[in-house]
């Protein structure tokens, strides 16, 4: 059965006016996907359940106190305009090393008619600075993920992070550099998949492996 924005919206449980947004917000990628690799081309016709309905099933885990995000490694927007679609009152920031896409995620944003910020850098070379809450969809294996984070955490920040099959080894791998409070709940797209909460994130005395400054491998069974 076809999964298209009615089915999404049962799914998310969104308004009108987000799913208004939301519909701005593929509009726009498939006209960009025709000249650009933002997703792969293939999942264009699953995109409402692949990429939409995939970001979404975060918003119930964002805290009701949050108020700041950071979505690391944003891509064509997933998770983080779609969470800025559907939490209008979180101030969300767009990491994204590359200045193509940025350029999307801007267009993008302004044709949803959302407030979100884009930061076009990599994120290991950005000051140290703390968000409520800090989200990735197929960025890096967690080990690398974490180092990353850790930069954008507090004390009370909850990370969010959609992972894929690879999820149970990459939490053991993990579990070597960095101390942390972790649960995960399975992941309502992806059978193999699960939604991992970071929180108190910190590192052990055994040095983490060092983030690369060159591209981003993504995990096995997560891909754009």
Not at 23 to 46: C, F, G, M, Q
Not at 127 to 138: E, I, N
């Amino acid at each position: 059965m076809p999964f298209g924005p009615d089915e999404f919206a049962a799914e998310a449980n969104v308004s009108r006016e987000t799913l208004a947004r939301l519909k701005a917000y593929a509009d726009i990628l498939t006209e960009w996907a025709a000249l650009h690799n933002l997703v792969a081309r293939s999942t264009l016709p699953d995109l409402w359940e692949r990429h939409m309905w995939d970001s979404a099933q975060l918003a119930p885990l964002v805290p009701e106190s949050a108020r700041t995000l950071a979505d690391l490694g944003s891509g064509a927007g997933f998770p983080g305009l779609v969470l800025a679609a559907m939490l209008p009152g979180v101030a969300v920031t767009l990491h994204e090393a590359t200045a193509k896409k940025c350029a999307f995620l801007r267009a993008a944003a302004d044709r949803m008619g959302v407030a979100a910020t884009i930061e076009n850098a990599r994120m290991e070379d950005l000051p140290p600075r703390s968000y409520d809450v800090v989200t990735a969809r197929a960025c890096a294996p967690l080990p690398r993920l974490l180092e990353y984070a850790h930069s954008f955490v507090g004390p009370n920040s909850v990370c969010l992070f959609l992972k894929g099959q690879n999820v149970g080894s990459e939490l053991t791998e993990a579990h070597k550099y960095w101390k942390m409070q972790v649960s995960q709940v399975p992941s309502q797209t992806d059978p193999s998949g699960a939604i991992v909460t970071v929180r108190e994130l910190g590192p052990l005395h055994v040095d983490p492996p060092k983030a690369a400054h060159h591209g981003r491998r993504q995990p096995k069974g997560r891909r754009r």
